[in-house]
Structures are given as C-alpha cells and as structure tokens.
C-alpha cells in the first residue's frame, strides 16, 4: 500500500483515483435497462420470463415463479443451526435499532386555536432486492427486510435471481426470520421493473430497496419517480482513523474486510503513526496469504487501497470528511472526542474493538450506507425510508384574521389572485 505524506502532497488530489472509482453506466448498459425496463412496462409477465431465461439462463413459468411455503420449509434442512440462530440474533438486534428510530405523529397547540402537527404513516408496499449466483447475504435481507416491517409496511415483496434454478437456502431462512410473504425468483433490470410497474403476478410497489449489479442501478436510477429508491450504490469502502496506539493486526483486518468484497473496494489508512504506517505493508500481505477471496482482495488493495500520514487527528477528522466514507473507524485512543470533529460519514465505529464487520451483521444499525462520498447528504436505510409524512394544519377564524391580510400580500406579489381570494371571501363572512 502506497504511503501519501500529507506535509508533501495534497491528499484528496493524490486520492482522486480511489474516490472517483464507481463504476458508471455506459451507453450500452443503458440501452440494454432502457428496453428491459420498457417491455416490462408494456408486455408484463412474458417479458419477464423471456428476460429471465436470457440473461440469467433459467427457464420459469408463471407457477413455479413464486417461492412456495414447501421451498422455504425445504430451505431450513440444509442449514447450520448455529448459523440460523446466529441471523435470528441478528434480527433480534435490528429490529430492536430500528424500533427506537420509527418516528411519530404530533401536533402542537398555536396561539387562537391553531393547531399545527405532522402525520407519519407507513408506504404501503415495498420490494427487496437481492443479488443471487455467487453472491449470498442474508444479512442484506434483514437489513432491508426489517425497517420495512418495523415501519408498518402492509405489504413486502422479495426479488432474487436463481441462476440454476434454486436460491440460496440462506436467503430463504432470512427472508423468512424478517417476515417476507411474498418471494419472487427473478433478479435483473426485469425484476425491477415488474416491481416499479407490477405485472399480473407481481405487485406494484411503492419503493424499491436493495444492492444489485450495475444493470440493477440503472434500472433503479430509470423507474425513480414511478417508484422510490433506497440509493444508488456504489462499491464498499471503509476508512480508518488511527494513531500510535492502534493495532497493525487488527487495522490490516479491518481494511481487507472491505478489500474481499469486490476488486471495486477502497481500504484507506489515515493515520499519525510513521509507525502504524510502515508496519502496515507487511502485515496486509501476512493476512491476505490466509484468505479464500485474496486473489479479489488483492487487486482491491493494490488498486484503491492507500496510507495517508497526517500530523493531527484534526488533519485525519479533515481527510475523512473530504471523502465521507460510507464506514469510518477511529481507532485511537480517544474516540469520542475525535467524534466531535466528524461531519460526514455512513457508519461510524468507535475504539480499538468495534470492527466494521459487528455493524454490518449483528449490532443493529442498517448497514445499507452511503457510498461514494454521498454520505455528505444521505443517511443509512431506516425504519424512515419507509414511511411518509403529511403535514397538518388547522385555523380557526382568529387564527386566519391575524395572517389573512400577510397571505394576500404575498399572494399580490406572486400574481396569484385566486389564492388571495381564499382569505378575502372568508373574511366577507364575518
């Protein structure tokens, strides 16, 4: 891993490789969601099925498109029973996390009687999507799963491709655990599209959630407006914080966590420790000998991962909020007085024993984040991004005589009669 002195170089200009790596749509990707999207749209069922045996070379029919309840029962016998409690805990933790953030209605009594409040209430439909082949998260599953039904979403749909036929019993035993009725085998800007638009056998959906390649994105970033989105993911990416009293073994882990994801990943060190710094090198290439997806991680490493030597924790608190990393660790020695000096960020892990990998499975937080420096105005998923608010407003006669004359101004100057007139005919009545 190359070491960038900040006393020699600007940082964020050396890192610009690293921070501007998301993979883009081209015009040929486009093109291909573009028409998916549209047949879809159009033709429903048939073009689903027709997309399915295209790109994932699996044949379905509309009977067998659906899970059944046999299949999940099936799913249960083929698994770990530690592993199965280990998602249960899991589950257990999130649902618990996301309970404390669903938000409520209130009202607020105003001078004359005014009444003044807002109305939360739950969309009434979602859908999941889960990446299938090689790829196996379940604990994606729960973290998009779980808000959903913590929010009070009435009705929640799960899309997964099955290349081969069979999807991850995994996934199904998680799927299950957070409470999805409805599980479709389909994957692809196919799945997205029958989910924005529904067709006879798949509901129409108020909200699309979920990572996916980059087909999935675009078509996620095509049907936005006919539906609502989680975001527009990009690769994984952690950075860390630390000094002279973090440890290189558990530092290097930390970094190849992120680096095995994919060879898109970014693991970036910022550190006041020459120390830390130069001991690094070594000891990434110690652990990465030992993995079973070095060869992923090692391209990751080599291509965006990078040291950066700073001279105070503020410069490094400075770094990190330039980028927004989607996870921040701060492994120094204060914590949570370096937290006063973070802004941006996805996930924040404190101290010397709070690895990213307890966020992203068993802690509670969601860890659905922000990549890509959009941490700057994004949030992690959360019960929230599944509900909806209305405002409430209500006048009695006192109250409108004391704003009427400044709405009709107001109304004056924007050129809209008809808006002051709804104060000037209720004040004739008096």
């Not at 002279?244 to 994801?261: G, I, R, Y």
């Not at 924040?348 to 890509?372: C, K, M, Q, R």
């Amino acid at each position: 891993m190359k070491i960038i002195d900040s006393q020699q170089k600007e940082i964020i200009t050396e890192l610009k490789q690293i921070i501007n790596r998301g993979e883009a749509a081209t015009e040929e990707v486009a093109t291909v969601v573009r028409e998916v999207v549209e047949r879809v749209r159009k033709q429903g069922d048939p073009a689903v099925l027709e997309y399915t045996e295209k790109f994932d070379r699996t044949t379905l029919t509309l009977k067998d498109i659906k899970v059944s309840q046999d299949e999940i029962k099936d799913a249960y016998s083929k698994v770990d029973t530690r592993k199965v409690e280990a998602l249960k805990l899991a589950a257990q933790n999130i649902r618990a996390f996301h309970e404390k953030k669903k938000p409520s209605s209130w009202v607020s009594q105003e001078e004359d009687g005014v009444i003044l409040g807002q109305m939360s209430r739950p969309i009434r439909s979602a859908g999941v999507y889960v990446p299938g082949g090689k790829a196996c998260y379940p604990s994606s599953v729960l973290m998009n799963v779980i808000p959903a039904m913590v929010a009070g979403v009435e009705q929640l749909i799960m899309c997964s491709p099955v290349p081969g036929g069979n999807l991850n019993p995994y996934i199904l035993v998680a799927a299950d655990i957070a409470g999805v009725s409805e599980i479709y085998k389909i994957g692809g800007a196919q799945a997205i599209a029958a989910m924005a638009y529904g067709t006879a056998t798949i509901p129409k959906v108020d909200k699309i959630v979920g990572p996916g390649n980059i087909y999935v994105a675009t078509a996620k970033r095509y049907v936005f407006g006919q539906v609502d989105i989680d975001m527009i993911a990009g690769p994984s990416e952690i950075l860390i914080i630390a000094d002279h009293t973090a440890n290189p073994e558990f530092v290097a882990s930390d970094l190849l966590s992120q680096a095995e994801h994919d060879e898109l990943a970014s693991s970036i060190l910022v550190t006041t420790s020459r120390e830390l710094a130069e001991k690094m090198d070594s000891e990434v290439e110690r652990q990465l000998a030992n993995l079973s997806r070095k060869k992923i991680a090692r391209k990751a490493i080599d291509r965006f991962g990078a040291i950066v030597l700073v001279k105070t924790l503020q410069e490094a608190a400075d770094v990190s909020n330039s980028i927004a990393p989607e996870h921040l660790e701060l492994a120094v020695e204060k914590p949570f007085d370096l937290l006063a000096l973070i802004k941006n960020a996805g996930a924040i892990f404190l101290g010397h024993f709070t690895p990213e990998s307890v966020g992203d499975y068993i802690a509670g937080p969601n860890h659905v984040l922000p990549t890509g420096g959009t941490a700057r105005f994004f949030s992690p998923l959360s019960t929230e991004s599944f509900m909806k608010k209305s405002s409430l407003i209500f006048y009695t006669r006192e109250g409108l005589d004391k704003v009427g004359e400044a709405v009709m101004h107001i109304a004056d100057v924007e050129g809209l009669e008809a808006h002051g007139n709804t104060i000037r005919v209720r004040m004739a009545k008096k």
